[in-house]
Structure formats: structure tokens, C-alpha cells
């Protein structure tokens, strides 16, 4: 499985930001797509993850800031993120759950990460 993860940078407080992730390696399409975080010292936590049918999770702290949207067919998410704050600095992970040839249950992947700095 193959992530190619885009979008993250340096952005001052209350800036935006979008990330965007393409997912490949999967036999037929993807479960579930998503992102997580981890900031330096934390544990990964989950950010947002939306679903086949669209159904979309957000973590507490990003509800009515961040959105999650996808292409199933293109294996495809992305992350718009409004508001930025000092704390949602972190390493954002890409996230996809699947099947793949080599292993043919549904399993979960991250890709390998793209930094998010919000700073002035």
C-alpha cells in the first residue's frame, strides 16, 4: 500500500490549510479513509475518518473547523482545516482501511506522515 500525502506546511493561528492523500494498492475500494495526528510527546490520535457511505467521525477538537471529504473510486481524501490553532500542530497521518492481495482482510494503514506547524 502506497500514501501520497500533500498539503502540510507552516501557517500562522487561525490560518487554513487543506491536506490531501491518495491511497493505492488496494483491491477494490477502500473501507474507510481518514487522518490522524501526533504531536510530539502524544500519543496518534484520531482527527476525522469518513466512510464508503460518507458517514464522517470528528474528534471533539476539531468539530465545525476541520472537514473530512473523499473520492472512493480514486482512493482519495482530504482534510480542509479552518481556524488552525498552536495545538493542532502535529504530524498528520493519512489513514485507509482495505483489502490488498497480500492480505485479503480488511486491515488498517497510515501513510507516513506530512507536519502541520501553526506558529506566527
Known amino acids: 500500500v502506497q500514501f501520497e500525502e500533500s498539503g502540510g506546511g507552516l501557517v500562522e493561528p487561525g490560518g487554513s490549510l487543506r491536506l490531501s492523500c491518495a491511497a493505492s494498492g488496494f483491491v477494490l475500494n477502500t473501507a474507510t479513509l481518514g487522518w490522524y495526528r501526533q504531536a510530539p510527546g502524544n500519543q496518534r490520535e484520531l482527527v476525522a475518518t469518513?466512510?464508503?457511505?460518507?458517514?464522517?467521525t470528528y474528534a471533539d477538537f476539531v468539530k465545525g473547523r476541520f472537514t473530512v471529504s473523499s473520492d472512493n473510486a480514486k482512493s482519495t481524501v482530504w482534510l480542509q482545516m479552518n481556524r488552525l490553532k498552536p495545538e493542532d500542530t502535529a504530524v498528520y497521518y493519512c489513514?485507509?482501511?482495505?483489502?490488498?492481495?497480500?492480505?485479503?482482510?480488511?486491515?488498517?494503514?497510515w501513510g507516513q506522515g506530512t507536519q502541520v506547524t501553526v506558529s506566527s
Open positions: 489513514y485507509a482501511t482495505g483489502r490488498t492481495r497480500t492480505v485479503p482482510r480488511v486491515a488498517e494503514y
Open positions: 469518513i466512510a464508503m457511505d460518507k458517514r464522517t
